[in-house]
């Protein structure tokens, strides 16, 4: 959708700016009309006796010849020879001649073309803008930008790349599919056109798209979301196409889109035609791959909620990766890769405990300010002192949530230790529960039972019963499964008639929610051994599967 000639020529012939040059012109037209035709009416001598007689002349003024009348609010002029100007003097007041009226109406002639000219201006202004603009559209039409988007050779390997084991199969089958694409295409597979990669920021999205085309050795493009919003309509499509047939033609290669958020936001909302003309390009394109042409399409995002469905589905970005903050484990892995070549005395695991929250990017931070740290006092080994004294540092301006102290961490672990026991045993579908995640439940099927969605809420709400019933208070890290909770039960009564009466009222949300409480906390107040085992084990690895909850539990009773 590109801005051509004729269609700027028709937007200009037709926009609101001429239309509003118009109606201004016809106004001050009028104007001029109605305050010029207003002159002075020429008397005859009876008419001017008839007037003079009744008394009522409000004021004369003599101006050369002629006498000028007020009379009844309405101007006259009369000749002075046929005037008995006593008479007149005795009947009204005279002047010898009127500079105000001469004066106002020259006032009024200089503002009318002032205003004119200032209009016409304004005008001859937006006209040449306009053209200037139609310039550059015709100017970036014909610009290549084949030039432009030059390939990369990554020196990065999946051994740079720390706290994706949760991932790394995916990641190992694309690097794959890119050494070995006949392999596939002899055995009639094709290969994944895209891969979504989907997390908070700083947990390593682009080193990970780095770390395939290292390993994989073909061209890596990388490309920011950002560089394709433009703003005329189709530059940013022109872009996308001419980026393609680079890849293509460099073919196996990587492109890589970072922040693809800023051109595959959902559409209808915000409308932006370059935008929306950008991302049909993306999806136009993605869907011309010819199979296994070895050109795969890596995008990164933190706002996954915000793409378009359109550019989710199955045929564009086939595989979706969740790349979460790291856990214990991970960031012990992380830390080893960026204190390579540096001489330190430190105990890791102690080093990883103090530092939950931390995304790849803040451990790499971490580890730099803490190197500072011991230039400083003239030392070239790196203490545990020194990330210590640093930690504020690196910290500052990230979500307090997120990061716990030792008792903070505790109540956190006890709080998801509560969540991972109820789904386990109530039958709620998942695969792990982290330390800092609140959201791991499946939500995935479309026909849903009333006692699935109770035990859900049973999940809702047990970690805050838990924190009742073994640390006697409660706390603020509920916020969100509450409001899950409150959301379910008036879905389940209002939206779904799962109450005990077909026309819904406000009482039966409260009773299924005090229903299912009174049920969980009968249920954690039994299972206080396997509970704490839990939460030992979420405290001290910060993640746990549900094959290790189902150990825990059959020891327990045994």
């Known amino acids: 959708m590109r ?129 200037t603009q139609l310039k550059k559209a015709e100017a970036n039409d014909n610009i290549d930008f084949s030039n432009s988007f030059k390939p990369a050779i990554s020196n990065v390997t999946l051994d740079d790349v720390a706290g994706i084991s949760e991932v790394k199969d995916e990641i190992v089958e694309i690097v794959d599919f890119l050494k070995n694409p006949k392999i596939y295409k002899n055995l009639g597979i094709n290969l994944p056109k895209g891969l979504l990669m989907a997390g908070p920021p700083g947990v390593g999205k682009t080193l990970i798209a780095k770390a395939i085309a290292g390993e994989a050795g073909v061209p890596f493009y990388y490309e920011s979301g950002a560089n394709f919003s433009q703003m005329y309509v189709g530059v940013g499509a022109k872009k996308v196409r001419e980026l393609f047939a680079n890849a293509k033609s460099n073919a196996p290669s990587i492109i890589f889109i970072d922040e693809i958020d800023a051109i595959g936001k959902s559409r209808g909302e915000g409308r932006n035609d370059e935008r929306e003309a950008t991302l049909n390009q993306l999806l136009t394109e993605m869907d011309g791959f010819i199979e296994n042409s070895g050109v795969i399409v890596i995008g990164a995002t933190n706002k996954i909620e915000m793409i378009d469905d359109a550019l989710l589905r199955p045929g564009r970005f086939d595989r979706r990766v969740f790349i979460s903050l790291p856990n214990y484990k991970d960031r012990i892995e992380i830390l080893k890769i960026y204190l390579r070549g540096k001489k330190f005395d430190l105990d890791l ?86 330390l800092l995640e609140d959201d791991f439940l499946k939500d995935d099927e479309e026909i849903v039972s009333k006692s699935i969605l109770e035990n859900r809420l049973k999940v809702y709400l047990s970690g805050v019963n838990a924190l009742k019933i073994y640390k006697n208070d409660s706390f603020n890290n509920s916020k969100s499964d509450i409001k899950k909770a409150l959301e379910l039960s008036h879905k389940m009564i209002f939206e779904y008639s799962m109450g005990e009466f077909i026309v819904p009222n406000q009482n039966e949300i409260l009773n299924i929610l005090n229903k299912n409480e009174k049920e969980i906390k009968e249920f954690l107040s039994t299972m206080q051994k396997p509970l704490f085992e839990i939460t030992k084990h979420l405290f001290a690895f910060e993640t746990i599967s549900k094959e290790i909850i189902r150990d825990i539990l059959k020891e327990n009773n045994n």
Request: aromatic share 14%; hydrophobic share 45%.
């Open 3 to 131: 801005l051509k000639k004729e269609e700027i020529l028709r937007i200009f012939k037709l926009n609101k700016l001429n239309i509003t040059l118009i109606f201004l012109f016809i106004l001050i037209g009028l104007l001029s009309f109605v305050y010029f035709r207003n002159g002075p009416v020429y008397l005859n001598f009876n008419e001017y006796n008839q007037i003079l007689n009744s008394n009522k002349i409000q004021k004369a003024n003599i101006d050369g010849n002629k006498i000028y009348l007020k009379f009844d609010g309405k101007k006259y002029v009369v000749l002075k020879e046929a005037v008995n100007l006593k008479e007149l003097y005795e009947k009204t007041r005279i002047y010898q001649k009127d500079e105000t009226s001469f004066l106002s109406q020259m006032i009024v002639l200089f503002l009318i073309s002032f205003l004119f000219i200032i209009i016409l201006d304004f005008y001859l202004r937006q006209k040449k803008s306009l053209k």
């Open 349 to 434: 695991s102690k080093l990883s405990r103090i530092s939950v929250g931390f995304s790849g990017a803040g451990l790499a931070t971490f580890v730099n300010e803490a190197m500072i740290n011991a230039l400083k006092r003239k030392s070239e080994i790196l203490e545990f002192d020194d990330f210590v004294k640093t930690k504020n540092k690196v910290l500052f301006g990230k979500k307090k949530e997120l990061i716990l102290s030792e008792k903070e961490k505790e109540i956190q672990a006890l709080y998801q230790a509560a969540k991972a026991i109820s789904a386990y045993w109530f039958g709620v579908e998942f695969e792990k529960i982290n």
